[in-house]
């Protein structure tokens, strides 16, 4: 299902990122979608110039897998469009 259709995941409101734990605050997001809107994977970063990439996960709490690849480093789709960035800047 894609991101912006499970209302347990609001990517505007989850400010978890992986370097949380050090202090980090996430500045920024990177939404890449596909022809049809929906969210492909996304990127985030914090105020330390971090960036953590995601996908959308349904398997999980969050709703993300914080990596692009499979456990053999494969790619898991192809990359977006430069003009399917939906940029968020969160203050």
Known sequence: MPLDNRPRDHPAADTWIPCNERGHKRVAQYLYRDERGAVVHGVTRCEHKCFAQWRPAADTRSGR???????????????????????????
Do not use: I, K, S
């Open 65 to 91: 897998r914080w990596r692009l690849t499979d456990e053999q480093g494969n790619r898991l789709f192809a990359p977006c469009p430069a003009y399917a960035v939906d940029v968020r800047v969160v203050h």
